[in-house]
T-cell receptor, first 114, second 114 residues
Framework: GAVVSQHPSRVICKSGTSVKIECRSL??????MFWYRQFPKKSLMLMAT?????????EQGVEKDKFLINHASLTLSTLTVTSAHPEDSSFYIC??????????FGEGSRLTVL | GENVEQHPSTLSVQEGDSAVIKCTYS??????FPWYKQELGKRPQLIID?????GEKKDQRIAVTLNKTAKHFSLHITETQPEDSAVYFC?????????????FGDGTTLTVKP
């Protein structure tokens, strides 16, 4: 299957700082990528849809100024958690759709905010 | 919007037995139904999918059935093995519209006892 790479896999930061997570489709072009948050033993909660060359579409209740998404190329989307606080600690996962409609996920990034 | 319900939330079977996980969806326009397997601390991986023009699809020990009229689809795993133990998620989406945004079920934790 297609390969989606997410980096970093783990990040620890101080409260008030910003953290950037990258999501790359390595062997295909993805006009659309998705960002999720996953709590322990819970399902994937869609945060936003990242569209190449245009603004991201955020789900209800997700602060767009808090979670900045940039999709500058067909193979890269970034999620920046701004002014992170302990409640932002979570497992963040991205996914990308192939042209045939399948969804492939990144490895996930575990964010811990101290 | 779409609503996907998944049952059961936990399932424990003896090695060699079959496991069945069921999902229902609400949006009659949904036409793509994938299943993902997520092992602890890892990314969800696509294991099988079905589109609305097909009623059943099989891949070795895994099969998926779709009933469009009743708006439900099921994952069947036969001859289960301990390595099948994981969390399984179903999803539903409209391909080619709304960027193919997927709605996920809450997940089923499958435990296969040796």
């Amino acid at each position: 299957g297609a390969v989606v790479s997410q980096h970093p896999s783990r990040v620890i930061c101080k409260s008030g700082t910003s953290v950037k997570i990258e999501c790359r489709s390595l062997d295909f072009q993805a006009t659309t990528m998705f960002w999720y948050r996953q709590f322990p033993k819970k399902s994937l909660m869609l945060m936003a849809t990242s569209n190449e060359g245009s603004k991201a579409t955020y789900e209800q209740g997700v602060e767009k100024d808090k979670f900045l998404i940039n999709h500058a190329s067909l193979t890269l989307s970034t999620l920046t958690v701004t002014s992170a606080h302990p409640e932002d600690s979570s497992f963040y996962i991205c996914s990308a759709r192939t042209q045939t409609g399948e969804l492939f996920f990144g490895e996930g990034s575990r964010l811990t905010v101290l | 919007g779409e609503n996907v319900e998944q049952h059961p939330s936990t399932l424990s079977v003896q090695e060699g037995d079959s496991a069945v996980i069921k999902c229902t969806y609400s949006d009659s326009a949904s036409n793509y139904f994938p299943w993902y397997k997520q092992e602890l601390g890892k990314r969800p991986q696509l294991i099988i999918d079905i589109r609305s023009n097909v009623g059943e699809k099989k891949d070795q020990r895994i099969a998926v059935t779709l009933n469009k009229t009743a708006k439900h689809f099921s994952l069947h795993i036969t001859e289960t093995q301990p390595e099948d133990s994981a969390v399984y998620f179903c999803a539903a989406s409209r391909e080619n519209t709304n960027a193919g945004k997927s709605t996920f079920g809450d997940g089923t934790t499958l435990t296969v006892k040796p």
